[in-house]
């Protein structure tokens, strides 16, 4: 496995892989990884002939009041847990590689992302779909693979690739979860131990919805207000927002969802200093 920090040389050697007609899928990550992000790196590894996965904590997708600095970081064990899983090149730049001192460039979509995560975390998006649009150019993958944990972000990016005629597929692959239904993610870390054990009143929320969703109840507000209940119930939660909305739009579904149209759950919870977020799609 190569560790490549240059965006010359990481895209030199995609380039030689696509000249000898292999296909070449990406995962990006800003590392400290865990079983989900293993999922995509495999699930590219059966699709694909060459597998690149990148790790880099993208300073501009953080707000000056998020966890940039503090964001967990173990180089060395990803890089174990990549080359087991059989991954080919790992693209790991510093922030002056990606974003040298005249950098004065993005990547925004509008219209879904001033909503939910984009309400919350202003900027958020438009420095994923920046750093994204910049892995996507660098490695030029045939198909790169992202976790339906991070539901809008997949929103944003199909978009992003839809919009501006990115050549490549995107691959959402689905959330993993702790045996009591935690979704994995890198910040669950940063739990204490009462935190921990409070914070599986995500997936019961999103369970005691999906349940009353199944027995008939096909309204957007009852649905919220399902989920907003049970997240109250638990005294070290504060919910950010509860949202049942259309999944392509991102809009909220205020009456009644039409027969046909599915619909995306989803939540912002904060523990203490720690702001978790997890999603069904129905
Ligand atoms: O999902 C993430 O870890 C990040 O948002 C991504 C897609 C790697 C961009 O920095």
Redesign the pocket.
Known sequence: MELISSITEMARITANWRNADLQVGLA???GYLHEG?LSLTNRAKMENDKVVA?I???PL?FGPKEDFSRYPRDLEKDLMLLESAGVDAVFHPTSQEMYPENFNASVEVLGITDVLEGAQRPGHFK??TT??AK?FNIVSPHRAY??Q??AQ?VAV?KKMVRDLNFPLEIIICPTLREADGLAMS?RNVYLNADERKAATVLYHALATAKAAFENGSRQGNALRKIMDAVISSEPLAKTDYVSAANPENLREYDGLIPTGYGVLLSMAVRFGSTRLIDNFQL
């Open positions: 990006p990550t800003m992000h990148s880099f904590v993208n997708q420095g994923v750093v994204v892995l992202f976790g944990k991070d972000q990016i890198s």
